[in-house]
Nanobody, 123 residues
């Protein structure tokens, strides 16, 4: 069982990156999927999540209007399009599976963490 995250990198402020996460074994097809992040010296925090059917999405306030999470059920992937990036977005981003996407908003119900991918935004 694994969640394979990719797409991290370095970008200047105002730029864009797209993170992707694959569930090759379809182990989490009936679960919520989402992204958390952890910046240096800070606690890990919720970023965005999407329900198993892709119909409901949730975001932390600071990324609303800039980030978009989407789920491709056929390909068993979840993506995070990040636009208008800010140095405050610099962190390691983790793809996470949870029982329900709406619970993940409250740091609850996570069942599996993938390896992180680093996003660095320079000013």
């Amino acid at each position: 069982v694994q969640l394979q995250a990719s797409g991290g990198g370095s970008v200047q402020a105002g730029g864009s990156l797209r993170l992707s996460c694959g569930d090759p074994l379809r182990a989490f097809s009936g679960y919520g999927l989402g992204w958390f992040r952890q910046a240096p010296g800070k606690e890990r925090e919720f970023v965005a999540s999407v329900e198993w059917n892709g119909n409901s999405t949730y975001y932390r306030d600071s990324v609303k209007g800039r980030f978009t999470i989407s789920r491709d059920i056929a390909k068993s992937t979840v993506s995070l399009q990040m636009n208008s990036l800010d140095p405050e977005d610099t962190a390691i981003y983790y793809c996470v599976a949870g029982t329900l996407a709406r619970r993940m908003v409250h740091n609850d119900g996570m069942i599996f963490w993938g390896k992180g991918t680093l996003v660095t935004v320079s000013s």
